[in-house]
């Protein structure tokens, strides 16, 4: 059974950092050829992406109100995937989703990803 479990979070003050942290645990998942991403979802709004890489990490592919604040890297040797947010903005307050995929589906779109963290909650104030 493939798992994800994130960590870090919190809340800041517009103009800050943080970042959040994915472990992908599983047998049957091979890491080094999945495509990982970060979505977030804000009260009353569907959820949405933000960014994403291949399995390499050479290639990132954002939203495009992140472009420029936000980026994703990944470690493959201890699966790790981790999302760096920069000047942060009350807008960016959402519940935040780690999310991986074995599949070559569009690598913006929600159903490509088969497997998800549990969320953790971002809270940007003014």
């Known amino acids: 059974q493939v798992q994800l479990v994130q960590s870090g979070g919190g809340s800041v003050q517009a103009g800050g950092s943080l970042r959040l942290s994915c472990v992908v645990s599983?047998?049957?998942?091979?890491?080094?050829?999945?495509?990982a991403a970060w979505f977030r979802q804000a009260p009353g709004k569907e959820r949405e992406f933000v960014i994403a890489?291949?399995?390499?990490?050479?290639?990132?592919y954002y939203a495009d109100s992140m472009k420029g604040r936000f980026a994703i890297s990944r470690d493959n040797n201890k699966s790790m995937v981790y999302l760096q947010m920069n000047s942060l903005k009350p807008e960016d307050t959402a519940v935040y989703y780690c999310?991986?995929?074995?599949?070559?589906?569009?690598?913006?779109?929600?159903?490509?990803?088969?497997?998800w963290g549990q969320g953790t909650q971002v809270t940007v104030s003014s």
């Open positions: 890489t291949d399995w390499s990490g050479r290639y990132s």
């Open positions: 599983g047998r049957s998942f091979t890491v080094y050829r999945a495509r």
């Open positions: 999310a991986a995929s074995s599949s070559l589906g569009y690598i913006r779109a929600l159903d490509t990803y088969e497997y």
